[in-house]
């Protein structure tokens, strides 16, 4: 399916800013923005992202814009990499603004090892990483809990996890909102969405989640790079998963019940899959508590397998180096409910993240003391075997993006594509011969995954640093890759 | 009835065509759609067998195909199963009941997380034949 879009249609606003203005389309509430050089731009154009865009611009209560950062694609329904606010509180919340994976999300882990140290012993610590955390879909996880217990899980977040001996105290304070959404509401969830979601904590999943062990490749700001705690050669392990089959039936859940009501909010839209309700109906606050529940579990589920990937750690590197410190976690599928300033005064606004990273600039009090005067680390996975980065919240995106930023490199290529194209015995033998171990539950995952099937991630951060929207502090070199 | 199913780009996630004669052709089209993005393979299933019963309402025809496999594949991951076989008590516009059979795996081929209602429109093409998008979101 291709663009219906032509490029007469776009305006240059800012250097790395593009607008399709509201009378493009009739039923456009706000103009639509797109972050992207003009060779990205011309990739976007290939598919459908920006038509999806357009639809977004029309969802009731939008403000500003609907935006897209760099590494847009399309999706179904919303753009990945969209970004859009809404009014509140009677402006809409729509699950498919934030996606069936919610909460997918990054962390980071910081470690005292230093990669030349470690280098004989990372084909090893690949075998122990894959045995210590289920990989691939259809597996159980190390816990299997009951209710009582999962209720208590979706109201503390990571906290659970500590308290049950899953990580240590100090974790929760470099997790956004400390691992812990408040007001998440174990009734709002369903006995089907607990039933999927009952024995995936710990879980790695399928799809694009990975673990993954880098090393500090270049550093391009010393100072925050310093307050990261990060510096050259340094080994780092990287985490992105989300919420599991838990989050997906809780959207998929959601999805039927705000079709069956729309029509009594008037709502009309140019696509199902943008279903939505106002916030402060009665299913719309209803959905977005179970939303919490389900970004709790997905801080639950980075906080276990933390502690799987420690366990594995110790096996490998036990002693005085087994040390692995969470640097952040930051989810990249939410909606939160923020105050942006919005011509000229704070305004309360609920803003979705579908592949959008939140990336709030220096100052916020939320951000854990180490890096408030640096801004919030934003962790940007790149495709497999090439680089990911550690960026710099920056100011400028909470004047342009309501505080968001891009979630990684972007697929250009279909899955389907990328498994006529590569063989994965191949290209695990090719990744090998530079050094980087792969292990994988399925040999269709690494095809599926090739880096041939994503956009050039330094194209991407290039893009979204010279936009304003963060900055580069370090880029990271993969040397462990645990695939599902 | 027959139908069939064919597979269409889409750039990240799953865009499936299904025809059939028939509702029930185009609705079990969806079904081994599914089953054949999550086996495996698909001469190995040895696992044991099971079923489940599905009665659903929908506002239309086509919330009703994506809500029904929107069913199937909630199953499939809370029995850990693929489900191949459908078996309709009725099925009507707007409401449907029906049994759905399958067999037990030890893990799934591709992550599937949700039937997505987008570019979904059930529609009867000038020969008579039935036909739908699905999207599935991986």
Known sequence: MTNIMDKKDLTKIEPYLWEISKDFRADMRVPAWIYATESMLDEMMSDRSLDQLVNVSTLPGIRVAAQVMPDAHEGYGFPIGGVCATRWPDGIISPGGIGYDINCGVRLLRSGLDYEDARPHLRRLAGALYEQVPTGTGKSGPLKIGKNEMDRMMKEGAAWAIRNGYGEERDVKFIESKGCLEDADPEAVSGR??????????????????????????????????AYGLKVGQLVVMIHTGSRGFGHQIATDYLRTFM?????????????????????????????????????????NRQVITWEVRKAWRKIFGGQNESLDVLYDVAHNIAKVEEHK??????????????????????????????REVGQPVLIPGSMGTASYVLAGQNRSMELSFGSCCHGAGRRMSRRQAKKKVEAGELTRALEHEGIFVRAATSGGIAEEAPLAYKDVNEVVTAVELAGLAQRVAR???VVVIKG | MAGSFTFMDHTADRRLKVKGDDLESLFIEGVKGLAYLLQVDMQKIHGA?????????????????????????TYTHIDKSVYEKVQFEFLEPRHLKARIFGHRVEGFAEEVKAVTYHEAEVSQVENGTWESMVIFDI
């Open chain 1, 193 to 226: 969405a607990v039933q999927r979601g009952n024995d995936q904590l710990g879980t790695l999943g399928g799809g694009n989640h990975f673990l993954e062990v880098d090393y500090v490749d270049e550093l391009f700001d010393e100072e925050v790079a310093e």
């Open chain 2, 49 to 73: 067998s099971v079923k489940r019963t599905i009665d659903i309402e929908a506002p239309d025809t086509t919330s009703l195909l994506i809500d029904f496999l929107s069913e199937v594949l």
């Open chain 1, 260 to 300: 069956q009501v729309m029509a009594d909010y008037d709502i009309v839209l140019p696509d199902k899959e943008l279903t939505c309700a106002p916030l402060n109906s009665q299913e719309g606050k209803a959905y977005y508590r179970a939303m919490k529940a389900a970004a709790n579990f997905a801080f639950t």
């Open chain 1, 342 to 371: 919005l011509e000229g005064k704070q305004e309360k606004v609920v803003v979705h993240r579908k592949g959008a990273t939140r990336s709030f600039g220096p100052g916020y009090a939320e951000l854990p003391g180490e890096y």
């Open chain 1, 476 to 478: 990271l070199r993969p």
